[in-house]
C-alpha cells in the first residue's frame, strides 16, 4: 500500500472518532473513560499520519 493510500485510510478512520467523539460528547452523562480512548486513539492516528506524511 503507498503511503498516500495508507495516510487516506488513517484519515477516514480518524474522521469516523471524530463522529464517535461528537455522538458521546451528545449524550447527557458523556462516559470520561470512553472519550479519553477515543482521544488517545485519534492522537495516535495522526502522529501516524505525521510520520508517514514526513517519510
Known sequence: ???EDRIESLRLKHQALEAE???ENQRP???DAILAKIKKEK???KDEMTRLARA
Open 43 to 45: 492522537l495516535r492516528l
Open 21 to 23: 467523539l461528537r455522538l
Open 1 to 3: 500500500m503507498a503511503f
Open 29 to 31: 452523562h458523556p462516559d
